[in-house]
């Protein structure tokens, strides 16, 4: 099931708090996790187990060690005893994760390599324990094979009950749906992505209000037709990886019922960076793009988006294009709409922006047709 936003925000300010004594565990329990494997009989659960329930994008090319790639992407396990550790193959960059057990959580970072044995540092009772692990940070910043969890000899595990969403919800985008420095201080920082938590941003909180099932499919910096990063938005949108030429997700796996796109803030920023006038085939590529989707998901509700930060609000030029490609594209689509932020920020939007902000999508939503009623009613 999914490790709702909502039921976290107790808890989260905790585990920052405590983050420091959590890394001292990452980088320690590599060292001590065979040591206390001899002292108590241990067993591996591998990740190619069916306990295990995957929700999100997934490079699943390798049954026993599936990368995780896709912020916002879930596993999670029912298991009993009183121990447990995360165990995790090659890791590329930084991956960091909530790891949620019977309501506790605790913020870990993956470090880069070939294998981490993380052990969950709260003592655990005897009985059934409901094990989350979600990634906060998002799949441009890095990615990691998860291998499994390690628990008491003995122990059983048990698969979660399928989860009863009456939504999906597909949520693709740039830096503001990602959530990126939600949690930073005064000053965005991109030196460590610990601070840039997907769980919280807009995405994972409007689809919590609905109890929905959501994928996060977004990449910081990257844009419709240029932006801050060397790939734009229709060359990894349905790729297992934020790069070019990575291998074609499955998008018949999972089908979403609404589908959000928030893209356009990047083509006029990084355009006036370089001293550049903003592109003038924005209009047709985002068009295009749209329809692209659209192939992919013929029977999906297409909203189209636009704001979140100051960029996508002061730029006339950028408003005219993108509102030319949505009357556009919606005079042929009579499943596709559109709705604009009224918030937005100078610096990344913090996680009570990213609050404003799926208030005021959440408020719209309920209002309109296309949504389930027993869900516009709640």
Sequence with gaps: MPLYPMRIRRFVLRALAGAASVFLLVGTGLAQGSGSSAATAREVVSASDPAFRYQGRFDMGNPAAPVIVWESSRISVGFSGTSLALLFGRSVDQNYFNVQVDGEIQVVAVEPGSHAEIPWPVTLGQ??????????????????????????????????????????????????????????????????????????????????????????????????????????????????????????????????????????????????????????????????????????????????????????????????????????????????????????????PRVADHRIMADELIHWLLGQAFMPPRLASK
Excluded at 203 to 222: M, P, Q, Y
Aim: hydrophobic letters at 40%; one cysteine or more.
């Design 127 to 348: 009985g059934l324990h409901h094990l989350v692990l979600i990634k906060r940070s998002e799949a441009a910043a890095g990615s990691a094979a998860f291998k499994g969890i390690e628990v008491a000899s003995g122990a059983v595990v048990e698969r979660p009950a399928a989860s009863k969403a009456a939504l999906r919800m597909l949520f693709l985008g740039d830096s503001i749906t990602v959530g990126a420095c939600d949690e930073d201080g005064a000053a965005d920082q991109w030196d460590s992505r610990r601070t840039h938590n997907a769980t919280l941003s807009y995405a994972a909180l409007t689809a919590d209000a609905f109890g929905a099932d959501f994928e996060n499919i977004s990449v910081s910096g990257i844009g419709v037709v240029t932006g801050y990063v060397d790939v734009t938005f229709d060359e990894v949108w349905d790729r297992l990886y934020p790069a070019r030429g990575a291998p074609r997700a499955d998008l018949t796996a999972w089908r979403p019922d609404v589908i959000f796109l928030n893209l356009g803030g990047n083509d006029t920023s990084y355009s006036k960076s370089k001293g550049r006038p903003f592109p003038t085939s924005f209009a047709n590529s985002y068009f295009m793009l749209v329809s692209a989707i659209r192939r992919a998901y013929p029977d999906a509700q297409l909203v189209l988006l636009r704001g979140g930060m100051s960029e996508t609000e002061d730029d006339p030029v950028l408003i005219a294009a993108w509102t030319e490609a949505v009357r556009r594209y919606e005079a042929q689509d009579s499943h596709s709409t559109h709705f604009v932020f009224l918030h937005h920020t100078d610096l990344h």
